[in-house]
């Protein structure tokens, strides 16, 4: 089986073990804080796809949220970037508005994007200069919009914070609304198909954006961190995507002033 076809059928037959299980009585466990949550279906889902993958493809090299392939340092040959379910607490809380997220890169390059909403069993896929899709319906480019005139989405605790909220609040106030869905992976497609301008977070890991990425990518969208440039898939990145004309008024009107502050920002998530 072809690779491409290989993974979308992977992340299809992962999302159907996660349905399966809803209901269940869930094993639940903090990592780095009380409301950094995981789950025994977590586990259960990275070592499923990781077990499949390690079967057909044993030289693929493999980087998932719950453990595997956190010493990888570069993006040399095939390497696999995984979030099993991205958007827990909405797992735990709400029993939906979760996704599998999965980017596939060759040689560092992007090959291949993956985003499943489980629940509502819709797989946003692209294959790299091949387009995207929602499920087998082409995704059209996107159209430019303005902030005024954009809907963006952002976690609201990052306004709280001094430092960031002199940076976010201009933006939030400056757009037509801001939203939030507690998964990175659904919100940067969201952007892919035009239900979000922009999407944009100080911290994020790799694995809520590598699928993502592809996807967005494909329909002429921009994904950057919020200095402009390209994001790393070994380290955690601050993370700026949009349509065109949005993303670039959000970098230049409104981010490029706090450079200083950004480029410090960006040391610290480089050395955890």
Known sequence: MHLYDFAKSLVLEAGNNIRKKMGDTLAIEAKSNPNDLVTNVDKETEQFIVSQIQESYPN?????????????????????????????LNFIHQSENFAISIGIF??????????YDVMRDVLYHAKSGKGALMNEEPLPLLEDTVVSESIIGMNPNWLTKPKLSTMLVPIVSDSRSARAYGSAALEIVYVATGQLAAYMTPRLQPWDYAGGLIILEEVGGIATNFLGEPLAMTYPNSVLVGNKKVHTAIRQDYLRQHDETLIALHEKLKNK
Request: glycine residues 18%.
């Open 60 to 88: 693929h090299r493999i980087i998932g949220e719950e453990g595997h392939g956190h010493d990888i340092e570069t993006t040399e040959g095939i390497v696999w970037v995984i979030d099993p379910i991205d958007g827990t």
């Open 106 to 115: 060759k040689e560092g390059k992007p090959y291949a994007g993956f985003v």
